[in-house]
Nanobody, 119 residues
Framework: QVQLVESGGGSVQPGGSLRLSCAASGSGFSITDMNWYRQTPGKQRELVAMISSGGTAGYADSVKGRFTISRDNAKNTVYLQMNNLKPEDTAVYYC?????????????WGQGTQVTVSS
């Protein structure tokens, strides 16, 4: 079984920065893609950023140039550096990993962490 633990959310003023972390633990798994999603009440969860096992990153248009996703494969951890935050970035942020567990590909989700951007 794989468990994800997120940290780093909180409240910040517009223009501020936060760094989210998500660490995967368990045994018998091999991570491929690592992703960050976010969700606000009444809306669908949206993909914010993704990073492949080889380090190729992609971003939603709304966060390009402000957010940076990175990963530490030795620690099975993915990060999301969020700069120049805007009120519209307020959401619950979820990490998501895609992993091989034996011969199966499975997705796992973190518990979510609240990010609030407000003056």
């Amino acid at each position: 079984q794989v468990q994800l633990v997120e940290s780093g959310g909180g409240s910040v003023q517009p223009g501020g920065s936060l760094r989210l972390s998500c660490a995967a633990s368990g045994s018998g798994f091999s991570i491929t893609d690592m992703n960050w999603y976010r969700q606000t009440p009444g809306k669908q969860r949206e993909l914010v950023a993704m990073i492949s096992s080889g380090g190729t990153a992609g971003y939603a248009d709304s966060v390009k140039g402000r957010f940076t996703i990175s990963r530490d494969n030795a620690k099975n951890t993915v990060y999301l550096q969020m700069n120049n935050l805007k009120p519209e970035d307020t959401a619950v942020y979820y990490c998501n990993i895609v992993a091989w567990v034996g011969v199966r590909v499975t997705q796992y989700w973190g518990q979510g962490t609240q990010v609030t951007v407000s003056s």
